[in-house]
């Protein structure tokens, strides 16, 4: 399995053409706001301290690139369906994510995450629905699984699954996940593991 060795901010951008100029492979991690997206890649790379976290939504609004032991990317995204910076702000932080996702030429997969605690909104299955117009390659990971007991937990993705289907005929790869017991770190670097070794 992959161990993180080296975790290093390499760089924010607000335009892909900023982007960090060496070309790798990028990871890129994205969800509704307060979804507990930085404190999961920070659980990834064993580094309290990596990416922001806040327990104001929003706080994310450039794309962040992160150098994971000098040969990938983990790119952190602003989250999408709320920012409390008025209309225009909104708007511009939509034109970030969705220059960066349809414009990077080395992104290989986009996580998108989805609180485990709720059915999946319909601001993330209109999200996923650009994802498949513009062909991104995406999986899901369900994010704070430690707050529900296993058989909710499971019940909950269940729905999820089901409202997911009456639209997608082949669900994504999906995975769950606990920041705070670190659940789910080692299927997510494998996952990432795989893909990385079939490019």
Known sequence: MMKI???TFAGSSTS????PARSLPEFAFI???NVGKSSLINMLCS???LAMTSSTPGKTKVVNHFLINDNWYLVDL??????NVGKKGREA??????DYITLSPDLVCLFVLVDSRHDIGQTDLDFI???ALHEIPFAIIFTKCDKRGPNVLKAQIDTDCRILSREWEELPP???SSSETGAGRDEILSYIESILNSL
């Open 5 to 7: 060795k080296s975790a």
């Open 16 to 19: 892909p053409d900023k982007r």
């Open 31 to 33: 969800g509704r706001s």
């Open 47 to 49: 580094n309290r301290k």
């Open 78 to 83: 602003p989250g999408y369906g709320y920012a």
């Open 93 to 98: 932080i939509s034109k970030v994510i969705y």
């Open 129 to 131: 629905h650009d994802l």
């Open 174 to 176: 999906m995975l769950a």
